[in-house]
């Protein structure tokens, strides 16, 4: 029983690289040229500019939904009849989140 996991696995990945190679058969070949590189937008040339994007905001948002989801595990996992330790927990969590948020 335990060798059927890793079999589907492959007749997953073999029907997943049929699928890709008939779709790239059966896909409509187009001519290509500049014009087809270049943004459009009502008849106007666009001026490209290169925007680089800042991650300052990134890690605070993940490192708080990262808190979240241990808070969530740590008390999922917590012995029954422990509510007052998974209350010191959660709010030692909230502060350190408000911090987070605040700072």
């Known amino acids: 029983m335990g060798i059927i996991p890793p079999l589907a696995f492959l007749g997953f990945l073999l029907l997943a690289a049929i699928m890709g190679w008939s779709g790239r058969r059966m896909a409509p070949k187009e001519?290509?040229?500049d014009a087809s590189r270049t943004s459009y937008a009502g008849g106007e040339n666009i001026p490209g500019k290169k925007s680089f994007p800042g991650y300052h905001?990134?890690?605070p948002i993940a490192l708080f939904f990262t808190v979240l989801h241990?808070?969530?595990l740590?008390?999922?996992?917590l012995p029954a009849g422990s509510a007052g330790l998974g209350l010191v927990y959660a709010g030692l969590i909230i502060f350190g989140l408000i911090t987070l948020v605040l700072r």
């Open 57 to 59: 905001l990134f890690f």
């Open 74 to 77: 740590l008390l999922g996992l």
């Open 31 to 33: 001519p290509s040229s």
């Open 70 to 72: 241990v808070l969530a």
